[in-house]
Protein backbone atom coordinates (compact mmCIF):
# COMPACT_ATOMS: atom_id res chain seq x y z
CA UNK A 1 0.00 0.00 0.00
CA UNK A 2 1.02 3.68 0.19
CA UNK A 3 3.14 4.82 2.36
CA UNK A 4 3.92 8.04 3.56
CA UNK A 5 4.14 11.17 1.41
CA UNK A 6 5.45 14.39 1.43
CA UNK A 7 5.81 16.84 -0.92
CA UNK A 8 7.67 19.31 -1.94
CA UNK A 9 10.76 16.86 -2.46
CA UNK A 10 12.67 19.92 -2.81
CA UNK A 11 11.87 23.49 -1.58
CA UNK A 12 14.74 26.51 -2.02
CA UNK A 13 13.58 29.99 -0.84
CA UNK A 14 15.13 33.33 0.13
CA UNK A 15 15.70 34.32 3.33
CA UNK A 16 12.08 35.70 4.87
CA UNK A 17 9.75 34.00 2.86
CA UNK A 18 7.30 31.70 4.28
CA UNK A 19 7.38 28.07 3.48
CA UNK A 20 4.69 25.49 4.12
CA UNK A 21 5.68 21.43 3.97
CA UNK A 22 2.83 19.12 3.66
CA UNK A 23 2.74 15.41 4.90
CA UNK A 24 0.16 13.14 3.92
CA UNK A 25 -0.10 9.77 6.75
CA UNK A 26 -0.27 5.81 5.97
CA UNK A 27 -4.25 5.96 5.72
CA UNK A 28 -5.64 4.95 9.08
CA UNK A 29 -2.91 6.03 11.53
CA UNK A 30 -3.54 8.38 14.21
CA UNK A 31 -0.50 9.41 15.32
CA UNK A 32 1.76 12.13 13.02
CA UNK A 33 5.39 13.50 13.69
CA UNK A 34 7.58 15.95 12.21
CA UNK A 35 11.20 15.80 13.11
CA UNK A 36 14.17 18.00 11.45
CA UNK A 37 17.23 16.79 10.37
CA UNK A 38 20.15 19.06 9.74
CA UNK A 39 22.85 17.67 7.69
CA UNK A 40 24.76 14.76 9.46
CA UNK A 41 22.69 15.48 12.55
CA UNK A 42 19.99 13.41 14.21
CA UNK A 43 16.59 13.71 14.40
CA UNK A 44 15.12 16.67 16.08
CA UNK A 45 11.79 15.76 17.24
CA UNK A 46 9.59 18.98 16.42
CA UNK A 47 5.52 18.27 16.92
CA UNK A 48 3.31 15.00 17.58
CA UNK A 49 0.02 14.99 16.86
CA UNK A 50 -2.64 12.06 18.04
CA UNK A 51 -6.15 11.96 17.16
CA UNK A 52 -8.03 14.46 18.23
CA UNK A 53 -6.09 15.48 21.18
CA UNK A 54 -3.97 18.57 21.38
CA UNK A 55 -0.48 18.30 19.53
CA UNK A 56 2.80 18.11 21.60
CA UNK A 57 4.18 21.55 20.09
CA UNK A 58 7.12 21.07 22.21
CA UNK A 59 9.88 20.37 19.72
CA UNK A 60 9.18 23.33 17.76
CA UNK A 61 12.27 25.52 17.97
CA UNK A 62 10.83 29.09 17.96
CA UNK A 63 7.03 30.59 17.31
CA UNK A 64 8.21 30.98 13.12
CA UNK A 65 7.37 27.17 13.77
CA UNK A 66 3.99 26.01 13.43
CA UNK A 67 1.46 22.83 12.16
CA UNK A 68 -2.05 21.58 11.64
CA UNK A 69 -3.26 18.63 11.09
CA UNK A 70 -6.78 18.77 9.06
CA UNK A 71 -9.56 15.75 9.24
CA UNK A 72 -6.91 13.52 11.09
CA UNK A 73 -5.09 12.73 8.01
CA UNK A 74 -3.24 15.41 5.97
CA UNK A 75 -0.39 17.63 7.90
CA UNK A 76 1.06 20.83 6.62
CA UNK A 77 4.28 22.55 8.66
CA UNK A 78 4.56 26.06 8.51
CA UNK A 79 7.74 28.33 8.63
CA UNK A 80 7.20 31.61 9.04
CA UNK A 81 10.27 34.76 7.85
CA UNK A 82 12.93 31.67 7.28
CA UNK A 83 16.13 32.04 8.32
CA UNK A 84 19.19 30.26 7.05
CA UNK A 85 19.60 27.95 9.83
CA UNK A 86 16.31 26.59 9.11
CA UNK A 87 17.68 24.29 5.94
CA UNK A 88 17.26 21.14 6.92
CA UNK A 89 15.49 18.20 6.10
CA UNK A 90 11.77 17.95 7.52
CA UNK A 91 10.80 14.28 8.03
CA UNK A 92 7.25 12.84 8.73
CA UNK A 93 6.34 9.81 10.27
CA UNK A 94 3.03 8.44 11.16
CA UNK A 95 1.86 5.13 13.22
CA UNK A 96 -0.93 3.22 14.18
CA UNK A 97 -2.62 4.39 17.05
CA UNK A 98 -2.98 1.37 19.90
CA UNK A 99 -0.59 -0.98 17.74
CA UNK A 100 0.84 -3.93 19.96
CA UNK A 101 4.14 -1.83 18.74
CA UNK A 102 4.74 1.54 17.53
CA UNK A 103 6.70 1.76 14.56
CA UNK A 104 6.81 4.91 13.07
CA UNK A 105 6.79 5.12 8.75
CA UNK A 106 8.94 7.47 7.58
CA UNK A 107 8.38 9.48 4.61
CA UNK A 108 10.76 10.65 2.25
CA UNK A 109 11.35 14.26 3.66
CA UNK A 110 11.43 17.83 2.41
CA UNK A 111 15.07 19.47 1.42
CA UNK A 112 14.57 22.78 2.60
CA UNK A 113 17.26 24.94 1.71
CA UNK A 114 17.04 29.08 2.88
CA UNK A 115 19.20 31.60 0.77
CA UNK B 1 8.79 13.40 29.17
CA UNK B 2 10.91 11.10 27.68
CA UNK B 3 14.92 11.83 26.98
CA UNK B 4 17.29 9.34 25.57
CA UNK B 5 20.69 9.73 24.70
CA UNK B 6 22.87 7.32 22.65
CA UNK B 7 26.72 6.82 22.56
CA UNK B 8 28.85 6.92 20.72
CA UNK B 9 28.29 9.57 17.41
CA UNK B 10 30.17 7.89 15.35
CA UNK B 11 31.92 4.13 15.41
CA UNK B 12 33.80 2.87 12.51
CA UNK B 13 34.98 -0.97 12.49
CA UNK B 14 36.50 -3.38 10.08
CA UNK B 15 34.50 -5.28 8.40
CA UNK B 16 33.85 -8.62 10.29
CA UNK B 17 33.89 -7.24 13.94
CA UNK B 18 31.18 -6.65 15.76
CA UNK B 19 29.75 -2.89 16.59
CA UNK B 20 27.89 -2.01 19.98
CA UNK B 21 25.94 1.34 20.04
CA UNK B 22 24.25 2.06 23.49
CA UNK B 23 20.91 4.15 24.54
CA UNK B 24 19.79 5.08 28.15
CA UNK B 25 16.17 6.79 28.50
CA UNK B 26 15.23 8.32 31.63
CA UNK B 27 11.31 7.65 31.66
CA UNK B 28 11.22 4.16 33.93
CA UNK B 29 7.51 3.81 32.35
CA UNK B 30 9.00 3.33 28.75
CA UNK B 31 8.72 -0.37 28.03
CA UNK B 32 9.63 -0.06 23.85
CA UNK B 33 12.92 0.12 22.55
CA UNK B 34 13.06 0.46 18.50
CA UNK B 35 16.35 0.21 16.65
CA UNK B 36 15.97 2.56 13.11
CA UNK B 37 18.83 2.66 10.48
CA UNK B 38 18.84 5.24 8.32
CA UNK B 39 20.90 4.77 5.04
CA UNK B 40 22.58 7.49 3.22
CA UNK B 41 19.91 9.97 1.15
CA UNK B 42 17.28 7.27 2.62
CA UNK B 43 14.48 7.43 5.09
CA UNK B 44 14.76 5.99 8.30
CA UNK B 45 13.69 2.28 8.62
CA UNK B 46 12.79 -0.22 11.64
CA UNK B 47 15.29 -2.78 12.00
CA UNK B 48 14.63 -4.56 15.07
CA UNK B 49 12.71 -3.65 18.46
CA UNK B 50 12.48 -4.80 21.68
CA UNK B 51 9.92 -4.38 24.49
CA UNK B 52 10.41 -4.46 28.10
CA UNK B 53 9.00 -8.00 29.01
CA UNK B 54 12.35 -9.58 27.37
CA UNK B 55 15.73 -8.36 28.03
CA UNK B 56 17.47 -9.78 24.65
CA UNK B 57 16.10 -10.54 21.22
CA UNK B 58 17.99 -11.33 18.05
CA UNK B 59 17.49 -11.31 14.57
CA UNK B 60 20.34 -12.83 12.30
CA UNK B 61 23.32 -10.51 12.79
CA UNK B 62 21.47 -7.88 14.54
CA UNK B 63 20.59 -8.06 18.77
CA UNK B 64 19.29 -6.11 21.19
CA UNK B 65 19.61 -6.16 24.92
CA UNK B 66 17.42 -4.13 27.89
CA UNK B 67 18.60 -3.70 31.35
CA UNK B 68 15.33 -1.87 32.90
CA UNK B 69 17.00 -1.41 35.92
CA UNK B 70 19.50 0.67 34.44
CA UNK B 71 16.88 2.19 31.87
CA UNK B 72 19.73 1.34 29.21
CA UNK B 73 19.56 -0.90 26.27
CA UNK B 74 22.42 -1.56 23.62
CA UNK B 75 21.75 -2.95 19.64
CA UNK B 76 24.87 -5.60 18.85
CA UNK B 77 25.57 -6.13 15.47
CA UNK B 78 27.64 -9.00 14.41
CA UNK B 79 29.96 -10.17 11.46
CA UNK B 80 29.49 -6.33 10.45
CA UNK B 81 29.73 -5.90 6.54
CA UNK B 82 29.88 -2.35 4.66
CA UNK B 83 26.32 -2.61 4.01
CA UNK B 84 25.37 -2.11 7.44
CA UNK B 85 27.18 1.47 6.88
CA UNK B 86 24.47 3.63 8.03
CA UNK B 87 23.23 5.94 10.75
CA UNK B 88 21.40 3.84 13.81
CA UNK B 89 18.69 5.68 16.06
CA UNK B 90 17.72 4.10 19.36
CA UNK B 91 14.30 5.41 20.86
CA UNK B 92 11.74 4.93 23.49
CA UNK B 93 8.06 5.45 24.02
CA UNK B 94 5.56 3.38 26.15
CA UNK B 95 3.43 0.75 23.73
CA UNK B 96 0.14 2.21 22.59
CA UNK B 97 1.53 5.60 23.76
CA UNK B 98 2.98 6.83 20.80
CA UNK B 99 4.67 9.53 22.32
CA UNK B 100 8.30 7.81 21.33
CA UNK B 101 11.53 10.33 21.35
CA UNK B 102 15.17 9.51 19.25
CA UNK B 103 18.63 9.45 20.12
CA UNK B 104 21.06 11.77 18.42
CA UNK B 105 22.20 8.69 16.29
CA UNK B 106 25.31 6.73 15.71
CA UNK B 107 27.12 6.70 12.13
CA UNK B 108 28.42 3.40 11.90
CA UNK B 109 31.29 3.15 8.97
CA UNK B 110 32.05 -0.53 8.16
CA UNK B 111 35.66 -0.60 6.57
CA UNK B 112 36.34 -3.28 3.69
Known amino acids: GAGVSQSPSNKVTEKGKDVELRCDPISGHTALYWYRQSLGQGLEFLIY????????KSGLPSDRFSAERTGGSVSTLTIQRTQQEDSAVYLC?????????????FGPGTRLTVL | GENVEQHPSTLSVQEGDSAVIKCTYSDSASNYFPWYKQELGKRPQLIID?????GEKKDQRIAVTLNKTAKHFSLHITETQPEDSAVYFC???????????FGAGTRLTVKP
Open chain 2, 50 to 54: IRSNV
Open chain 1, 93 to 105: ASSLAGATHNEQF
Open chain 1, 49 to 56: FQGNSAPD
Open chain 2, 91 to 101: AASRVNNNDMR
